[in-house]
């Protein structure tokens, strides 16, 4: 896989880690307001997207008849937090409590399949061949798919800053 890639991967993984590993458990599950998401919610929302972009790649590549599709400015699309997006119904957080060591141990579990899983990929350039949709940017080539996790984990982490600051 390409190295920053796996750099980005690696690098917004632990800035997310080191904004949520010294909070409580209470500041942790505290909602800014009860319409909006705790950052335990943000968090295991990442998880879930996470586990469903690995089934996205892993359908995009079965796929026989997937066409190459445009690149899209990905970076632009997710980082800019003035556009909102509503989660898919597959990728809603839990409502209960969670203990962010428990969040910690899910961002690390679902990050080590993921990277297992790309590692599986033998010939890495056929991620720019195919595509699949999403649900937020439509039909992506497989290779943004993977880039998407991060850029949305960057988005996110702008997020739990702000409610930090609100708690």
């Known amino acids: 896989m390409n190295k920053s890639v796996n750099d980005n ?65 990905v970076n632009l699309i997710l980082l800019d937090r003035t556009k909102k997006f509503k989660a898919p119904k597959i990728v809603e ?8 060591q428990q969040i910690v141990y899910l961002l690390k579990d679902s990050r080590k399949k993921l990277i297992s899983f790309l590692n599986t990929i033998e010939d890495k350039s056929v991620l720019a061949e195919k595509s699949m949709k999403h649900p937020a940017l439509g039909e992506l080539p497989l290779d943004q798919w993977i880039e998407q996790i991060y850029l949305h984990e960057r988005r996110h982490i702008e997020q739990i800053k702000e409610i930090k600051l609100l708690l």
């Open 9 to 73: 991967l690696y690098e917004t993984r632990n800035d997310l880690v080191k904004e949520i590993v010294l909070l409580s458990d209470t500041q942790f599950n505290s909602k800014p307001d009860m319409n909006k998401w705790s950052i335990a919610q943000v968090c295991h929302h990442l998880v879930l997207v996470e586990k469903a972009s690995i089934k996205a790649i892993a359908w995009g590549l079965k796929e026989i008849d997937s066409t190459r599709v445009e690149r899209k400015k």
């Open 93 to 100: 957080p839990d409502e209960d409590s969670f203990e962010v």
